[in-house]
């Protein structure tokens, strides 16, 4: 029998890292069982951006929980979902007027693929059932959310020949601005795909302007315009998959606002409730909520998942965003993008193939994955949570850092290599 009862994920469980307990934290701070203190440089996979045991959000889930912790919206609703829906429509980009809650970032996905399948499906156009997207993606570890994320080079390449098969366009390019040759023969090749396959494509998905967990690859503005046109001229639907670039991590609000690109549909989840419940949300623009809108019930959209617009994870979104509002978290942004760019960018090192900046995330690619072991263990003795993977050591910190903390997590970082 194995002593083992926790499954940890992403970890071979026969040879297993050392899991810190942690018993408390606060601010960017985590305290651990055997009384150390670790800044937190990852956020905790990039969702607690307000910082830990926040106590507006405090406030907001106790409230909250002496009227009600959950109920079902099938029938029924409450007032935390219904406001939480109308500002989220009021914060995004013009046009998306329709929320459908569900519980986890990769649920998110999984209903925003259904949604722009089924939506063709109730337009007579049975035939456009799959789904364009990016090599290096990464949108989930779910069934269709593995469809769509890259299944040649990424975790889930052994579901290959399991997984519905999908239409995949080559990586955009790093950097903006672009280089223009590259930039040019990236959307030709983009518009070729639409050419061939539009026929068949229900949409077109990305993570704009940043590939998270695909090797944080922050490409051009410019991609996603073209991008919009093509699925604009070629009746395709445009999924923005901002489960990690949204509420503020690529420098404006959303990413589509800093592209100046609407989606047909758009995901959030992580950052929407600051890690202290999950929860997601597709936002749909009218003209696809329009497509389900008919006498016909079999055209209603057959999604619900339990715990869809659970009164506690709406009513600490409401109070995160009005953080945003209040405190001028865009500023605290733009001072973290300031201060990584200062203090990275110019670092080099053999090891190092590039060091990427953008809004509060920050990566240093290595060329061999080998040159980052033994990090996690350096940084946790010089007070620093890091957790790198694979090529890539990264910082996507909560936005509440402060600069002496942004320091020792960019320290931390740099250090390692001189160590080497």
């Known amino acids: 029998m194995h002593p083992q009862a926790l499954w940890y994920p992403y970890a071979q469980m026969k040879n297993l890292e050392i899991n810190h307990e942690v018993v408390s934290a606060k601010g960017v701070t985590l305290q651990l069982a055997n009384g150390q203190s670790l800044i937190d440089a990852v956020a905790s996979w990039w969702c607690v951006i307000h910082g830990y045991n926040h106590p507006k ?26 406001e939480l829906a109308q500002k989220l429509v009021d914060i995004t980009p013009e046009g ?15 209903v925003a693929l259904k949604m722009a399948i089924q939506y063709w499906q109730n337009q007579g156009k049975t035939q456009k059932q799959r789904i364009l997207t990016l090599k290096k993606a990464y949108h989930g570890d779910t069934t269709g959310c593995m469809s769509v994320s890259d299944c040649d080079e990424g975790m889930h390449h052994m579901f290959n020949g399991v997984l519905m098969p999908q239409i995949f366009a080559p990586q955009p390019c790093h950097g903006s601005p672009a280089d223009e040759a590259k930039l040019n023969q990236e959307t030709e090749a983009l518009s070729q795909l639409f050419e061939q396959h539009h026929e068949e494509l229900a949409a077109f998905i990305v993570e704009p302007l940043v590939q998270g967990a695909g090797g944080f690859n922050i490409y051009s503005e ?21 489960v990690a670039t949204g509420f503020g991590r690529t420098g404006e609000m959303f990413a589509a606002e800093k592209a100046q690109v609407t989606p047909d549909i758009m995901v959030l989840s992580k950052g929407l409730t600051a890690g202290y419940l999950s929860h997601a949300a597709t936002l749909a623009t009218t003209q696809v909520f329009n497509g389900f809108y008919d006498d016909d019930a079999s055209k209603a959209f057959m999604h619900g998942p339990t715990y869809m617009g659970n009164p506690l994870a709406c009513a600490v979104a ?11 978290y865009l500023q605290k942004i733009n001072d973290i993008e300031k201060q990584l760019k200062r203090e990275l960018l110019s670092f080099t090192h053999p090891s190092i193939r590039e060091v990427r900046v953008l809004g509060a995330i920050a990566v240093i690619e290595v060329h061999d994955a080998s040159s980052l072991k033994g990090i996690q263990d350096f940084a946790a003795n010089r007070g620093v949570w890091l957790r790198p993977f694979e ?25 390692w290599f001189l160590n080497e």
């Open 57 to 82: 959000l405090n406030s907001a889930v106790t409230e909250q929980l002496h009227n009600v912790a959950h109920v079902m919206l099938g029938g029924l609703k409450n007032r935390p979902a219904d």
């Open 96 to 110: 998306l007027n329709h929320v459908f809650f569900s519980d986890s970032g990769s649920v998110g996905v999984e």
């Open 222 to 242: 410019r991609y996603l315009k073209a991008a919009k046109a093509l699925c604009k001229q070629y009746q395709v639907l445009l999924i923005f998959d901002e």
């Open 318 to 328: 409401l109070a995160g965003i009005e953080l945003f509002e209040q405190e001028n």
């Open 391 to 415: 090529n890539y050591l990264y910082t996507m910190p909560a936005y509440i850092i402060k600069p002496e903390e942004l320091s020792a997590i960019t320290q931390a970082m740099t250090e």
